[in-house]
């Protein structure tokens, strides 16, 4: 038997080696993307574009405005008329926030009740969240100096984040995507690939020679496993000593997780490969189940936010365990063992998948 | 190129046909759609609430207990453990079962009629969700309080509302969208995406499938020349991708309740401006692929651009200049400005002609560029 399953593993790793220019696209793709979102990922917004209606024009109303532009979130791009000319700035996409001053504001303003009026472009998500809190706690600001000149404030409050204190957005993002690649990598290409030889009608050569299911199953993993993970390590290696992601974990440990979790990738897409019958349907497949797995597996948002039901849905994916094991063990210095019941977690779904995988792939081949 | 039109009827029949036969696959295709929708509508919100807090409460008197109460009413936070120590506080960070700890000092009711009470606030790093937004919540709840006992301290007002004793009043209104409801954000940049994804690998996968399969030869060795083999296979495409764009606006406006403020047909030709371009994207990859294994990568090193490069999560005017530029390539990025600007600003043609012009450009460049380079390599 060990002798037919290393011929088999012999057979898939040649067929792996031969089409380079896929095997090259992932492991340059997979290395491109780390780059492409340590470029994007910016949360924090600054140089938010704003237009001014002036219509007072007096010291008090520079001062107020001035407020704005020193606070390094807002550029003052244009000084229009009044509002319907805001409204025309932000309904063409020039400005993303307008403030109309109206022409009694310092009078006002000496009777203690002042009123400004703001204009939001709710159209574009981050931009008008980040401008909406700005902007108040600017002008807020503004009116508390006002009255209580230089008053300090009476309570303060002290932030502390803890062991990501720059409030750096990669240092999030990048651990949680290489489990998201070589998870997606392990989960497709094994698909892929043996629903490549259904398709193409390599796998009836295949079936009538002595070799069992198992054997046949277990061979087409080995080169999955062995491309999602030197994937991985080719993103931790980028991450680390390249984009200076700090990693306090053991390594060695790293890779057992890591390994783990390549598994369960393994044996869900050997489950995939048995409902679908032409790479296409894989590939559509796979792509619903990756998207799931973004928002219910802890990838993109943290799943004790998630509905009940969506949260038990999430729990079919590695990620949702191997998530924060593996953000624990890069920014914390946490053991595996530290989240054993994660980790437990994980195990029994590897154990899992590949018992339903073998049962349905059983079925699928006679 | 001249172009058969009883042969093209006759070849897309045949493409149409081998479509509807495979009725597995225009369900998985039409799924996507629809699952994002329900993900984006129902488990991602931009703002987290209800984070996990953690408490040490040293002080334990009315005002402690008043901010505390500050705290879990704004909904941001959910008070679950209640600890006694600084060390029991990060630990429990540590292993995750708190994302935010509150540390309040003895003697706070005092300090505060002093006017120098602090608190202690920590935040898990390791989970933005809960830097983010309880950073930015609890800062606002912290800076009311102070903002209102300031306030009282020199009017001698009672700590009522904020806005009836400080000189100055913001009035905001946020335009086109007054709730900030994150769906209505969400739904015409996804649009954007999911069209783009799904032209481009589905046009790669099956020119590529017919060459993988050998099942090209027989029809090239028909009368039909290559351009009409290209349009036979792209017609029953665009019909798919349109099907699945009036999926997303019906399901986003009449289950989702986002609002459709402009000109409806406007925005489907414009639609289709842009599935057509990136169908023509889709065919110069199958050019390049030589197996479907290729093409599905191809595919998904697209949607992670589409996802990233148009502005539909990041905005593009954030990034260093090389990225935005990067970012223009893509016809969805400018889909996406049109997509905003009708769907939910309801302005005409007048505000967005330069991206549509764009868009159209595109068609032309495509099929010209398509047209020539499958010459060669069929021929």
């Given at each position: ?34 780059f492409l979102f340590s470029a994007a990922v910016h949360t924090d917004v600054k140089n938010i574009a704003m237009v001014v209606a002036d219509q007072s024009r007096t010291t008090a109303s520079r001062q107020y405005l001035d407020a704005f532009t020193t606070s390094g979130t807002f550029d003052i ?290 | ?201 589905q046009a790669a996968l099956i020119v590529v499938r017919d060459r993988e399969l050998g099942t090209i030869e027989p029809i090239l060795s028909t009368p039909a020349r290559p351009i009409e083999i290209l349009l036979s296979k792209v017609i029953p495409l665009l019909v798919l991708c349109f099907f ?131 010459k060669q390599r069929l021929d």
């Amino acid at each position: 038997m060990w002798i037919r399953l290393w011929t088999l593993i012999q057979k898939e790793l040649i067929q792996l080696l031969r089409d380079r220019r896929t095997l090259i696209l992932v492991m340059v793709g997979s290395a491109i993307e780390v780059f492409l979102f340590s470029a994007a990922v910016h949360t924090d917004v600054k140089n938010i574009a704003m237009v001014v209606a002036d219509q007072s024009r007096t010291t008090a109303s520079r001062q107020y405005l001035d407020a704005f532009t020193t606070s390094g979130t807002f550029d003052i791009i244009g000084d229009v008329s009044g509002e319907q000319a805001v409204v025309d700035a932000i309904d063409s996409g020039q400005a993303n926030i307008g403030i109309i001053i109206p022409p009694d504001f310092s009078d006002q303003l000496e009777q203690g009740r002042a009123t400004v009026m703001m204009l939001l472009d709710g159209s574009s998500s981050y931009t008008t969240q980040s401008a909406y809190n700005a902007a108040n706690s600017i002008s807020q600001q503004y009116a508390v100096s006002l009255i209580g000149q230089q008053a300090s404030s009476p309570l303060m409050l002290h932030t502390q984040i803890l062991y990501n204190p720059d409030l750096i957005d990669l240092w999030f993002v990048l651990p949680a995507l290489m489990i998201f690649i070589m998870q997606a990598l392990s989960m497709n290409f094994t698909s892929l690939c043996v629903v490549r030889e259904r398709e193409l009608g390599t796998i009836e050569a295949i079936l009538v020679t002595p070799i069992r299911p198992l054997e046949f199953m277990i061979a087409k993993s080995i080169p999955q496993l062995l491309v999602s993970f030197t994937t991985g390590i080719v993103f931790f290696i980028e991450a680390v000593f390249i984009l200076g992601i700090p990693f306090l974990g053991s390594a060695l440990l790293l890779v057992v997780v890591s390994l783990i979790g390549i598994l369960c990738g393994l044996g869900l897409g050997l489950v995939i490969s048995t409902a679908v019958q032409t790479q296409n349907q894989s590939y559509q497949l796979s792509g619903l189940i990756n998207v799931s797995a973004m928002f219910l597996g802890g990838i993109f948002y943290p799943s004790y936010t998630l509905p009940i039901v969506l949260r038990w849905l999430g729990y079919i994916f590695p990620s949702t365990y191997l998530v924060p094991i593996v953000r624990g063990m890069f920014l914390k210095g946490i053991s595996p063992l530290d989240l054993w019941p994660q980790t437990l977690a994980m195990i029994l779904l590897m154990i899992g998948t590949f018992a339903i995988a073998a049962r349905l792939f059983r079925q699928s081949l006679d | 190129m001249e172009i058969n039109l009883q042969r093209l009827k006759a070849l897309t029949r045949k493409e149409i046909l081998q479509f509807l036969r495979d009725r597995r696959l225009l369900m998985l295709i039409l799924g996507m759609p629809v699952l994002q929708l329900v993900l984006y509508g129902y488990a991602a919100t931009l703002t987290v609430y209800h984070l996990p807090m953690a408490v040490v409460d040293q002080s334990n008197d009315t005002k402690s207990r008043q901010f505390i109460a500050a705290m879990v009413n704004s909904q941001y936070f959910d008070l679950t453990l209640r600890l006694d120590s600084q060390e029991e506080l990060t630990h429990a960070i540590d292993l995750g079962q708190a994302k935010v700890g509150l540390m309040i000092p003895p003697r706070f009711a005092t300090s505060v009629d002093k006017g120098d009470a602090n608190i202690l606030l920590y935040l898990d790093g390791t989970d933005s969700a809960s830097v983010q937004s309880g950073y930015g919540a609890a800062a606002l709840i912290a800076q009311n309080e102070a903002t209102q006992l300031q306030a009282w301290k020199i009017s001698h007002l009672p700590p009522n509302s904020t806005s009836d004793t400080l000189p100055v009043t913001a009035l905001s209104r946020v335009l086109y969208n007054p709730n900030l409801i994150d769906i209505w954000f969400i739904l015409p940049g996804l649009v954007g995406v999911v069209l783009q994804t799904l032209a481009i690998t589905q046009a790669a996968l099956i020119v590529v499938r017919d060459r993988e399969l050998g099942t090209i030869e027989p029809i090239l060795s028909t009368p039909a020349r290559p351009i009409e083999i290209l349009l036979s296979k792209v017609i029953p495409l665009l019909v798919l991708c349109f099907f699945a764009l009036m999926l997303l606006v019906g399901i986003g406006v009449f289950w989702f309740g986002v609002p459709f403020r402009g000109n409806l047909l406007l925005y489907f030709l414009v639609a289709l401006l842009f599935i057509f371009s990136s169908l023509g994207f889709g065919l110069l990859l199958s050019v390049r692929a030589n197996t479907q294994m290729e093409a599905t990568q191809y595919g998904m090193v697209f949607m992670l651009v589409g996802m990233l490069f148009s502005g539909f999560m990041y905005p593009l005017s954030n990034m260093p200049l090389p990225l935005q530029v990067f970012g223009s390539i893509f016809p969805v990025t400018y889909f996406i400005r049109i997509s905003r600007s009708i769907f939910l600003k309801g302005v005409g043609l007048n505000f967005i002609w330069s991206d549509a012009l764009v868009l159209a450009a595109y068609c032309v460049v495509i099929i010209l560029v398509v047209s020539r380079v499958f010459k060669q390599r069929l021929d």
